[in-house]
């Protein structure tokens, strides 16, 4: 018989927030749990109530371990009808408002039993491991498999000296993933290039909006009937970098040709009111709305999603928006790639396209998408493409230890590997240091949970025995 694969998917947000990085891998975990003989455990942060009330939409807050766990396995029940056969168990985060993220507290590999750290997947790796002190994730997890989900360069270049960040920033994920990581998959060739990667978008869409287009499709097939009744949209983070910069240009450029375009935007975040400002110049019919989650009944009904954005690595809604049948413009860039396959994609590479594009597919009607592109977008064909990229379905072999040997006798490989071990001795040696650490954008005080967290988690204070909650 096969041994059980025991898989702990870490990852760096979570439900409530509405983000790329607390939705993707709790799908990933819910379908990889499908198969009986994997045993999955999602890691996700715990926040303080302080942070919590920072990051988390509608007052949503947890007074407890359990409620939290309780609210993600309703979520996604209630919201995608998927039935969760997996484990969650919490680290310890704090949310840092320079970086708009949150960041582990402690040795998080120690959420983990020795005796089940088989395959650790790390999404967002280098995220998860610029700061990270103690085990070595290599020698703890027998396998681990980094998923990039960001392109944290492209965000880099747009702040204050951003070339020059970008640069050092760079070097240090490669460094990191290389010491931490045995693979690595990229979503898409929108990130930057890593060592041991592959390039694979391995990410589905809510079922939900696959039931959608297949709604609309029996629309249009069985009745005759109009399916979409709207104009044009975008949804998405209420920040400049997500796609709204881009927009505003092509808007503003073009307001002649395209004065006709009604076109709705929602979203929550830190920019909405300049976003709201600046576009209210236009003399174009832009609408501005708070956001929505995109399968709400609302946007069923809009036929073409506009999409600018160039710092996605692959872009969500774009997925969501293709599976309920709508016409999707967006950039030709390496973060769209997977959707050349599909027909209702629509890609520019100037303005002038964009404004061809945009008034064609207002006039037009969607392609009803065939099975095949149909089953592209699922979880179940995400997941097949993880496994296969991932290589989880290789022979199991026994987690080893580097054994000395005579210098005269290494082997290239065994010269590779100790640099690898010097590499990480120096990692764990500059992050075990605070002033090192806070040079290098960590936050303060984070080498161990604080008496709040380790109370919330059920940890020893002061001694820091990370007993974690399983």
Request: charged share 25%; with cysteine.
């Amino acid at each position: 018989m096969a041994q059980k694969q025991h898989i702990a998917i870490f990852t760096t947000a979570s439900l409530p927030w509405m983000t790329g990085t607390a939705v993707n891998p709790l799908f990933r975990a819910a379908y990889l749990a499908k198969d009986s003989d994997r045993d999955v455990t999602l890691v996700i942060p715990w926040l303080s109530l302080k942070d919590q009330a920072l990051v988390y939409p509608n007052k949503i807050t947890f007074s407890s371990l359990v409620e939290h766990e309780a609210y993600v396995h309703w979520w996604l029940k209630e919201k995608a009808d998927v039935i969760s056969g997996f484990k969650i168990t919490f680290y310890p985060g704090k949310f840092s408002k320079e970086k708009r993220s949150i960041l582990p507290v402690g040795d998080i590999t120690e959420t983990i039993p020795d005796e089940v750290a088989d395959i650790a997947i790390l999404e967002e790796p280098e995220h998860l491991t610029w700061y990270h002190h103690g085990r070595r994730w290599k020698t703890k997890f027998r396998k681990v498999i980094g998923v990039v989900h960001t392109n944290y360069l492209e965000y880099v270049k747009r702040e204050k000296n951003g070339q020059i960040q970008a640069f050092l920033l760079k070097y240090v994920n490669s460094w990191v993933i290389q010491i931490y990581c045995h693979k690595v998959v990229r979503l898409s060739a929108a990130t930057q290039d890593l060592p041991r990667s592959i390039i694979c978008n391995v990410h589905g869409v809510n079922p939900k909006f696959l039931e959608v287009g297949q709604m609309k499709h029996g629309l249009i097939v069985e009745g005759g009937q109009k399916a979409f009744s709207k104009g044009s949209y975008f949804i998405g983070k209420m920040v400049w970098s997500k796609g709204y910069t881009e927009l505003l240009q092509l808007l503003s450029q073009h307001q002649n040709e395209l004065s006709d375009l009604q076109v709705d935007l929602y979203g929550n975040g830190e920019d909405f009111d300049d976003i709201q400002k600046s576009f209210s110049k236009l003399t174009l019919g832009v609408r501005i709305y708070p956001g929505r989650d995109h399968v709400d009944s609302l946007f069923h009904d809009y036929k073409v999603f506009i999409n600018p954005s160039t710092t996605d690595v692959v872009c969500t809604t774009t997925a969501e928006a293709l599976a309920m049948g709508k016409i999707v413009i967006c950039a030709n860039h390496p973060s769209n790639e997977f959707f050349r396959q599909f027909p209702n994609c629509h890609m520019y590479n100037t303005s002038n396209e964009f404004v061809q594009l945009t008034l064609r597919a207002l006039v037009e009607e969607p392609l009803p998408l065939t099975d095949d592109l149909r089953h592209a977008l699922s979880w179940e064909a995400a997941t097949e493409r993880f496994v296969e990229a991932a290589e989880l379905n290789e022979a199991i072999r026994e987690k080893t230890l580097l054994s000395p040997k005579p210098v005269m006798q290494m082997s290239s490989d065994d010269w590779r590997k100790s640099v690898e071990e010097a590499s990480a001795l120096l990692h764990n040696t500059i992050s075990g240091i605070e002033v090192a650490r806070c040079a290098f954008g960590a936050i303060p005080e984070t080498l161990q949970p604080d008496e709040q967290l380790c109370k919330e988690l059920g940890l020893d204070f002061p001694e820091h025995k990370m007993f974690f909650r399983h």
